[in-house]
């Protein structure tokens, strides 16, 4: 095999070779922009923006071979069969590994057990590409998704039934309209949201991040972006069909989810606010188990809010056909643990109450103390069971609004609370991302243009990547592996991004297609003989719109391998050399996942 250094017949013939796949790959691209898929049923001209910002001189960063003094074992892609993946059948367009339906029934109905995470053994897995319903078109730009989602792209119409007289969605022509309504807020979100800004800083930067259990069609955490807030909503896939999906579909942040016997993937002190409209949770049940939850990922000083039953019961209880009693003992019992939680109660009108929880865990002066929860990190939440327990709040700085909290050095790490990351650690991690989203920007001009709205970091780090491509257009879902060396989470929120705990060896607990853009760094490196890389390969399909991108960073021998990979997934790639030059090791890989559709059988190669 030649390498760098030692010239020969193959050096040159390889030269040609790669000429000649360039030159072939920029007439592809052309005869794309020519063809510029728009409107309802097509895909976006997602093919122009590429052909006009493809720079076709560059060759060497297609050579592999010319950028190490030693690629021996490293297969050479043009000799290596490639496995080609078939379509899965039309059947799993909305496939959900996770939460299944089918699997879901088989687990016990008892505290939504049966809503929770249940993934398919290995035997189960799928092995093929998940298509797109035919007719999918690329969702529309940030604001306009947040009220308007072409009906292929998610094509339930039971919603607009079920939820009609409370404005929730609307069914018009080929697209679903969103008016911004909800069961709680029948003048709209924004008046609701307005109220709530009433006593709860939403509008100096000062709440940031927030948690929407129950969220239906996210319409709270839709509007909740014109205050600068980003919401993380969660509802479960049940007989509400798609709601998770129409919230992604929208451009809002959500996972499917449930409150039930494990704990939430997120670190404790994370959010600064929660809320519950109508979400249905039994809040006082198992002595409040699910508001000590709540009360787990609340950042000290965090609110609550809690509007629709039973809130206001004695005026309301004929509404909702219930007995008056009932609904005085479910009161009753969310007030006994606020209580015990030492929230104070800083509002109730209507059917709308707000709580708030202290600054300090000093609750001496109460007759009744809560029993703490014993744990050494209580950050490790990944399927760990519920406790009926208060767990401690980490000691915290004062709150700071948002940008400043963005790049200031959060509190968990002048604290000492993230062994091995010091404040000069954090701010080189800051400066190093900016130059590496500059670096991305060069070759993929179209990063910060708002054809991204949904994007996922899979292995998050401190949030500096999400940091740097901060912007009203795009939000950024930082993912931290179970297996990280670091668990870094709350780290991210404190700088007034959203993220969630993840293993990679699974699939994500979201819908087909709900995400633009995947950075994916180290990730393949981290779960290096952990678990197979065509599964996590394939689960990034299945979560990836069709023209969605991927930036692959990670060591030149690994991208070579997922490089020959994806080759047979219907994937467009390019490889980079790393922006400080072609000797060093680590490399990037820029993808474009194929438009295509359930149907659609035919493929080129990658």
Request: hydrophobic share 35%; proline share 6%.
């Amino acid at each position: 095999m030649v390498t760098k250094g030692n010239p020969g017949d193959n050096r040159n013939n390889r030269s040609s070779l790669s000429i000649f796949i360039i030159v072939g790959l920029c007439g592809f691209f052309y005869i794309l922009g020519l063809w510029q898929r728009s409107g309802f049923g097509k895909g976006d001209s997602i093919a122009v923006e590429i052909t006009k910002h493809t720079d076709c001189s560059v060759l060497s960063d297609l050579n592999y071979e010319t950028h190490h003094d030693d690629d021996s074992g490293t297969p050479n892609s043009s000799d290596t069969q490639v496995r080609e993946f078939k379509p899965c059948d039309d059947r799993y367009i909305d496939y959900t590994p996770c939460h299944d339906q089918a699997r879901a029934m088989t687990f016990p109905r008892e505290n939504m057990a049966y809503r929770e995470r249940h993934c398919p053994p290995d035997d189960e897995k799928l092995y093929c590409l998940i298509p797109a319903p035919r007719g999918y078109s690329t969702p529309f730009s940030w604001p306009k998704s947040r009220d308007y989602v072409p009906y292929a792209n998610a094509p339930y119409k039971s919603l607009t039934v079920e939820k009609a007289v409370q404005n929730w969605i609307q069914y018009e022509g080929n697209v679903f309209r969103f008016p911004g309504g909800g069961t709680q807020f029948p003048k709209g979100a924004d008046a609701y949201i307005d109220e709530l800004a009433s006593v709860i800083p939403l509008d100096n930067g000062m709440v940031r991040t927030a948690l929407d259990t129950g969220c239906g069609v996210a319409s709270f955490g839709a509007y909740l972006f014109k205050k600068n807030v980003v919401a993380m909503s969660i509802a479960p896939r049940d007989s509400h069909e798609a709601q998770v999906q129409f919230a992604l579909e929208r451009g809002v942040p959500a996972i499917i989810g449930v409150l039930g016997t494990i704990m939430l993937p997120f670190p404790s002190g994370a959010f600064d606010m929660a809320h519950c409209s109508r979400c249905l949770i039994q809040w006082g049940a198992n002595d409040g188990k699910y508001m000590k939850e709540v009360d787990r990922v609340l950042r000290p000083g965090g609110y609550w809010i809690l509007s629709g039953p039973p809130i206001n019961w004695k005026n309301s209880f004929q509404a909702w056909q219930r007995p008056e009693d009932e609904l005085e003992e479910e009161q009753r019992q969310i007030e006994d643990t606020a209580k015990l939680l030492c929230w104070e109660k800083k509002y109730e009108k209507g059917e709308i109450a707000i709580w708030r929880k202290k600054l300090h865990n000093d609750c001496s002066e109460q007759d009744t103390q809560p029993q703490i929860c014993e744990t050494k990190n209580s950050d490790d939440v990944w399927y760990k069971k519920m406790k009926d327990c208060v767990t401690p709040s980490k000691p915290s700085g004062p709150w700071k609004p948002f940008q400043e909290r963005l790049n200031v050095v959060p509190s968990r790490i002048t604290s000492g609370f993230v062994p091995g990351v010091s404040e000069e650690a954090f701010e080189e991690d800051n400066r190093l991302w900016k130059k590496h989203v500059n670096a991305y920007k060069r070759i993929n001009k179209i990063i910060s243009s708002g054809r991204y709205r949904n994007i996922m970091d899979m292995n998050a780090g401190l949030g500096s990547f999400a940091a740097a491509l901060e912007s009203p257009k795009l939000w950024v879902m930082n993912v931290v592996p179970t297996i990280a060396e670091k668990a870094n989470l709350g780290v991210i929120f404190e700088r007034g991004l959203i993220g969630i705990y993840h293993d990679w060896c699974e699939a994500f607990s979201t819908y087909p297609r709900t995400y633009d853009l995947i950075h994916a760094n180290g990730v393949f490196s981290l779960y290096k003989n952990v678990c197979n890389v065509e599964d996590i390969l394939l689960e990034m399909d299945r979560i990836l719109r069709p023209e969605g991108a991927v930036i692959f960073r990670d060591q030149a021998d690994v991208l070579m391998q997922v490089k020959g990979i994806v080759k047979g997934m219907r994937w467009n790639t390019k490889m980079v050399d790393h922006e400080d030059g072609p000797l060093v090791s680590e490399k990037v890989l820029f993808a474009v996942k194929q438009y295509w559709v359930a149907g659609d059988n035919s493929t080129s190669s990658a």
